[in-house]
């Protein structure tokens, strides 16, 4: 042993300063040392394949790390061991290369010592080494052709691996396994030994998995598995029936679907577009900010990840790939619209990972059923998917609701298969500029939404030239799908055989699990400096502020959403006020006039209706505090139970409206808690039973005004629903008609007063106001599909003249009556 020993040291040292040379291999976690803190016991480390190149990046880190050395030897319960090495997949051969047997002996003499000790104690830390994977490196083309996969490499493919993935390499640490709780005392030492070495071979199949994606059969195998699912096979016989012509022409048609739909991942594709997005996100945009990234890491290991972020932009198909894929985790199959399927940029997105989806597949039942087939067959091998439940990007900023098809495609190939847990996890995309604003503007303005082409893609190149500020992606707290499919039904693993085509059960998961993963991106929010600005100087009339007023507008939101915690994943940025006026310059949505009685910041009319979205991104996280600000804007004080009854009123309207994530049974003990923020800010005082607003033209008093400003819009909106049925009479009013005369009005109101909101108007919102009263029983529909109500509505009425003022009440009023127009509405 000692002479083994002597003769390798001195080539491994020559080989490991040859290698040091080029390869600069990097780490996860950053600081591995601290996983041997709490252990003094011996050391050895698993590789996967193992090999030279392997050896030499190990001790490198370990060298620098302080870690024990792989190349040294290890005394154990008697036996010596020249190296600290057990490799799994040990290969034998010098040229032609195949995989060993028996397993690792070194693994094995050393269990047998162990058991022969009485249990002695040794750590096995694995040790993934990935080539062409590690975080944040840029590749050159001659990368691309040796990046890892699954299958062993040889010595001719490892060594330019090495050559030109020296640089790019990642080794991932894992926690070290105490050999003792894997060895039981009792077991035959051959029996231990294949326990272990099945943990480590599970263990290595999870990490790589999570890093390089599963192990891919052919695309052409995958789409012949998606033609064989039977439920294709039968859509395809109901289509062609006995005709065997019609048969071979469904097979095709069905063979064409699968492939219009399919992603085709191709690695080389994958790095060329991580080198142009890297220089996107520096030359655009500030870089990204990422949070609470560790939910992926943890969550990866042993389950199949659905994302589910918000959708702001079309680079929200490539930001969260980007963010996973420079983590070092698998890429995500990404669900994209059809519309993007557009010469040229189709075929990089289909070879980054997405998989296209028509809008409906209604009326197409072999499109339906090739679909599903698909998704149940990527969900099966273990890919991570990724998808939009709102089915498009919002033009408000604030969440849409979400759409069922994905979210039940995904719930009802999971309950026929469920082979991997599923684990949805809610993703918030912040922007502080988006490259659409302007399309977005016009769309909401009543024109018609531009239809995506590659010509469109030229002409948006120009872009490029601007400034988009920083983009920041929070992590949501995971939805675990076994819990709710046993919160419903406990007994669902075995009620694959019911009857029903969709039992209820089904679809009452379904809507759960989307209303949990709005709330849950709500929850994840990022709060930006410019949100923060947008907030503070679109609830003035002019959308102008004194400097002074601003900066202590902006230091109160930032103190009111510490004190008043939305939630522990929501970030707040920790900018001085200055800071914050400053950026919101260099990104040209605000000015400062000089004045000798101080500087006056503003926004220019085209902006302030651009950071309506922006405001509106984090509206939720103030909604509470902000709606008791409102009910002291026409009165000085009001009593705690009578402010409690008043947000219990509209909170049903605000839920829906914001996806506010509290129960209607907790919003009074919210609602306290928002009361002492506000009274511990100084903007509200407590005398007895009564709250108090503090004095008309102090400070505290407008920053509470600006603050309760940001509601009143939402309860224009309420009032003038109320108003038109009021002025109609029950039973006057058709679904349709009401939220076709609400927009009109609201349009007009908008003209009147200058309200730089397009969303002001924007129809889904008064759908979903008219969709809640019925819901709470306050309209019901009567048999000739007419609109009725009782004595609740006019209470509601009552109530608005607590918080809104006399001039906008009398001109909602006035645009109550069946004017000219009416009935074209």
């Not at 709060?527 to 007023?549: C, D, F, N, R, W």
Request: net charge positive.
């Amino acid at each position: 042993m000692k002479v083994t020993q002597f003769l390798f040291r001195p080539w491994y040292w020559f080989a490991g300063k040859v290698f040091s040379i080029w390869a600069r291999p990097a780490v996860q976690p950053d600081e591995p040392a601290t996983m041997l803190a709490s252990n003094d016991a011996p050391v050895c480390y698993v590789l996967e394949t193992g090999g030279l190149a392997d050896t030499l990046a190990l001790a490198r880190l370990c060298r620098k790390h302080k870690l024990p050395l792989p190349t040294d030897a290890i005394d154990f319960c008697g036996i010596q061991e020249n190296r600290r090495i057990v490799v799994l997949k040990r290969m034998r051969g010098f040229i032609f290369r195949r995989r060993h047997a028996e397993g690792s002996r070194r693994l094995k003499r050393l269990i047998d010592a162990s058991i022969a000790a009485g249990g002695k104690e040794l750590l096995l830390i694995p040790v993934g080494i990935y080539w062409g994977r590690a975080p944040k490196k840029e590749h050159s083309w001659l990368t691309l052709l040796f990046s890892e996969h699954w299958d062993v490499a040889g010595r001719t493919r490892k060594f330019f691996a090495t050559v030109f993935q020296g640089r790019n390499t990642l080794l991932r640490f894992s926690n070290p396994l105490l050999l003792s709780s894997i060895v039981q005392n009792g077991h035959e030492a051959e029996v231990s030994f294949r326990k272990v070495s099945r943990i480590l071979r599970v263990h290595f199949r999870q990490r790589r998995t999570a890093t390089v994606g599963p192990d891919l059969s052919h695309r052409r195998t995958l789409l012949n598995d998606v033609l064989n699912d039977p439920t294709v096979r039968g859509a395809i016989d109901a289509e062609a029936g006995d005709d065997r012509v019609k048969l071979e022409r469904a097979t095709q048609k069905a063979r064409n679907y699968a492939r219009e739909i399919a992603a085709h991942i191709s690695y080389p594709t994958v790095r060329v577009v991580e080198r142009f997005l890297g220089w996107v996100w520096n030359r655009i945009y500030g870089g990204l900010e990422v949070q609470h990234i560790e939910t992926i890491h943890e969550e990866a290991k042993n389950n199949e990840i659905v994302y589910v972020p918000c959708h702001r932009s079309h680079f929200d198909y490539l930001l969260l790939s980007y963010i996973v894929y420079h983590q070092g985790l698998s890429l995500p199959h990404v669900a994209a619209g059809i519309n993007l399927n557009i010469p040229f940029v189709g075929g990089i997105l289909r070879r980054v990972g997405a998989f296209y989806l028509r809008r409906s597949f209604k009326g197409n039942r072999l499109y339906a059923a090739v679909f599903n087939a698909y998704l149940g067959q990527i969900l099966a091998r273990g890919h991570a998917i990724e998808y939009f439940v709102e089915g498009g990007r919002s033009r408000t900023g604030r969440l849409l609701a979400p759409k069922a098809g994905m979210i039940a495609m995904t719930v009802n190939s999971y309950i026929r298969n469920p082979c991997v847990p599923v684990v949805f996890i809610p993703v918030y995309f912040g922007y502080e500029k988006l490259i659409e604003g302007n399309s977005f503007i016009s769309e909401m303005g009543g024109a018609g939404k531009q239809k995506e082409s590659l010509f469109g893609l030229i002409r948006s190149i120009k872009s490029l030239r601007e400034y988009f500020g920083k983009v920041y992606v929070n992590i949501g707290e995971p939805i675990r799908l076994d819990a709710l499919l046993d919160s419903r039904k406990p007994d669902w693993r075995d009620a694959g055989d019911e009857s029903e085509e969709k039992p209820v059960w089904v679809s009452d998961v379904i809507d759960q699990l989307g209303s949990s993963i709005m709330t849950g991106i709500n929850a994840t929010a990022a709060v930006t400096p410019i949100s923060l600005l947008a907030y503070a100087l679109l609830s003035t009339p002019k959308q102008a502020m004194g400097e002074l007023e601003l900066r202590a507008q902006l230091a109160l939101s930032v103190r009111l959403l510490t004190r008043f915690k939305y939630s522990e994943r929501v970030t707040v940025p920790t900018w001085t006020p200055d800071e914050i006026i400053d950026h919101g310059q260099k990104l040209n949505v605000i000015s400062r006039t000089p004045h000798p009685l101080g500087d006056v910041v503003s926004m220019a009319e085209r902006e302030a209706v651009l950071m309506t979205y922006f405001r509106n991104n984090v509206q939720h996280l103030f909604a509470i505090p902000a709606s008791i600000a409102c009910c002291f804007i026409q009165g000085r004080r009001l009593a705690h139970s009578e402010l409690q009854r008043l947000i219990r009123m509209i909170y049903p309207f605000m839920k829906k409206e914001l996806r506010l994530q509290w129960e209607f049974a907790d919003i009074d003990d919210v609602t306290a808690t928002a009361i002492e923020a506000l009274i511990d800010e100084d903007i509200l005082t407590r005398d007895g039973d009564e709250l108090v607003r503090p004095p008309s033209g102090s400070a505290p008093a407008f920053q509470l005004m600006m603050l309760g400003q940001s509601m009143v819009p939402m309860l224009q909106r309420f009032y003038l629903v109320i108003a038109l049925l009021l002025s109609n009479g029950s039973g006057a009013l058709s679904r349709a008609k009401l939220e076709g005369l609400c927009q009109k009005s609201a349009q007009r109101l908008a003209m009147i007063y200058g309200l730089h909101s397009p969303d002001f108007f924007d129809k889904a919102l008064f759908q979903d106001f008219i969709r809640t009263l019925r819901e709470n029983d306050a309209v019901r529909r009567n048999e000739a599909g007419f609109l009725e109500f009782g004595e609740g509505i006019e209470r509601i009425g009552e109530d608005a003249r607590l918080v809104l003022g006399e001039e906008i009440r009398h001109s909602i009023l006035s645009l109550t009556f069946s004017g000219p127009g009416f009935d074209r509405l």
